[in-house]
């Protein structure tokens, strides 16, 4: 079982930065493919990133391309969200997931292929 923790939200300016991280629990982080999430008020929860276990494959939404980074340290157990860019329609609650993979370069886009769910982290970009 893995336990995962976000931090780093916040309320940001346009054009602002952010990164969040997930730390997660247990000995083998790199069996497991992770993901970003998010979720706005009103809204379903949508695909924002995901890298394999290896971090050798790596796959965005289409509208954060280029503005966002997907990151991991299998040594540190973390997930890394470089958030650059940001604008006001990126404000929204982002969850950190994680799906048990064999495949250490495969990745997963489905929310509802996920196993593991952090608490969520509150990310506000104002106009």
């Known amino acids: 079982q893995v336990q995962l923790v976000e931090s780093g939200g916040g309320l940001v300016q346009a054009g602002g930065s952010l990164r969040l991280s997930c730390a997660a629990s247990?000995?083998?982080?790199?069996?497991?493919?992770m993901g970003w999430f998010r979720q706005a008020p009103g809204k379903e929860r949508e695909f924002v990133s995901a890298?394999?276990?290896?971090?050798?494959?790596?796959n965005y939404a289409d509208s954060v391309k280029g503005r966002f980074t997907i990151s991991r340290d299998n040594a540190r157990n973390t997930l890394y969200l470089q958030m650059n860019s940001l604008k006001p329609e990126d404000t929204a609650v982002y969850y950190c997931a994680a799906k048990s993979s064999p495949f250490i370069v495969v990745v997963y886009t489905n929310p509802f292929e996920y196993e593991y769910w952090g608490q969520g982290t509150q990310v506000t970009v104002s106009s």
């Open positions: 247990g000995r083998t982080f790199n069996s497991y493919a």
């Open positions: 890298i394999s276990g290896s971090g050798g494959r790596t």
